[in-house]
C-alpha cells in the first residue's frame, strides 16, 4: 500500500514538469511574436489607451507601410489574437470592432520586464472611452495626415509613420498625443519658438514649464515606492515650497501656481469667486495651494484634456483648438464655463490680444444643428470678464461618425 501512494505521487510530479516547460515556452513565445509585431502593437496603443477601431488600425497599418492589407486579415490579425496578445470588444450594440492589447502586449509597449507589473484593460460600463478614441484617430486620418502629406509631397523618401505623424504634431504645438510626462519638454519647445522672442511670453513659459515639472514630481512623491527624483524635479520642488523666500517670488509663478503667503493659512472660505484653501501635503505648511474653481488659468494641457480639448496649433497672434464632444448636449452654461477657462489660460501667455479658432466635433449632424442653434442665441450676449468675445470663432463639425462606423448590428 505504501509503495503504490509511493509511485502515484511519483508519477504526480512527473506530469507537473511537462506543463511548467510549455508555459515557460508559451511565454517566450507570445514575448518572440510581441517583437515581431512591435510596430502595430504601438500602433495600437497610438493614444496611450491600449485600443483602437480595427478598421483605423488596418487603415493606418497600410497607409504606414507597415503591411499589406492580405497580410494583416489573412495572416497577422488571426496571428495576434490566437497569440493572446490582442482581444476584440465591440462599441455598444454597434458592429464597430475595437482591438484591445492584452496583458502580454501591454507590458512590451510599456517596456517592463515582468507581466506581474503590468495590468489588463478592463472593459469600461462606459462606451465613451471607445467614442473618443474613435474621434481622435478619425481626426488623424481626415485632418492631419493629409496635411502631412501635402507639406512633404515634394520630397521624394518621404514615408508616413508613427514617428513623421508624431513630429508634425509637436512642430506645430499640438496637444493631441502628448502626454503628462511630457508636459516640461512642451513648453521648453514652445519658450524656444517665436512666441518666446517676446520676453514676457518667455518668463510666462518658463513658469508654466516649472509647475508642469513640480506637478509631476508632487505625483511621484505620492506614488511613495521608493521613487528617485530628477535633478530638475528636486529643484521645482523646491522653487516651489520656497516661492516667497530667497529670493523666488515670481507674480508668474503665483498667478500659475495659485499659491499665496503661508499668513492666509486661517483664511474662513465663503464660497464665491474666492479661492478655497488647500493644505499642500508636499509644501511643509510653508505656503497654501488654492483649490481651482471652473474659471481659473489653468496649464495647457492637464486641465483641457480632462474635457477632450486639444491645441492643434499655437501661433504667434493666437491659438486653434479643437474639442471631441462625447456629450449628448452642450449647455450654454457649459459653453460659457469653457470658453471663460480658455480665455483665461491663454490670456496668462499672450496677453489680451490674441485670436482663438475653436472646432468642435460631434457624431451627427443633429448635434451639429443643435449646437448652431444654441451659438447664435449665445454668441451675442458672451462676455469674458468684461471682454467682447470679438477675437473667438466657434466651428460646429460633423464628424459623421454614426453613419461611417456605429452601424447598428444585425446579430
Known sequence: MTIENQTIEHEQVEEVK???????????LRKKTCEKYDKLLNLINLQGDYMMLQAHFIYLAVVMDYTTLAQLQNDILPDMKRMGLVKTQYVGGTQAVMLVLKKTAVRHVKGL????NAFSVKESSSDFPKLLNIMKIDYLIETIIPQIEEVNSEVAEFQLNMETLKEHLEDSFSTLLLKQKDEPHYYLNLSRSRLGENKDVYRTLKEIRRYSIFNL???????????TLSKAEETALDYHENHY???????EYQAIALIDPAKKTEYNY??????????????????IEYERLPTDPRLIITHFQKQNLYVEMIWMDGVDLVMFNTKRSLSSTYIKNLLESIY???????????ETHLKIYFFNQEQVDAFNRQWYRLKDKLTIYQHNATNLTVEAINMEIEDDYLVTSTK
Request: hydrophobic content about 25%.
Open 18 to 28: 511537462p506543463k511548467r516547460k510549455y508555459k515557460k515556452r508559451a511565454c517566450a
Open 113 to 116: 520586464e515582468s507581466s506581474k
Open 217 to 227: 514630481a508632487r505625483q511621484k512623491k505620492s506614488l511613495k515606492q521608493g521613487i
Open 245 to 251: 523666500t530667497n529670493g523666488y517670488n515670481s507674480k
Open 270 to 287: 465663503q464660497g464665491g469667486n474666492n479661492h478655497k484653501p488647500k493644505k499642500n501635503q508636499f509644501c511643509e505648511e510653508k505656503l
Open 344 to 354: 483665461m489660460t491663454f490670456i496668462m501667455v499672450y496677453g489680451a490680444n490674441f
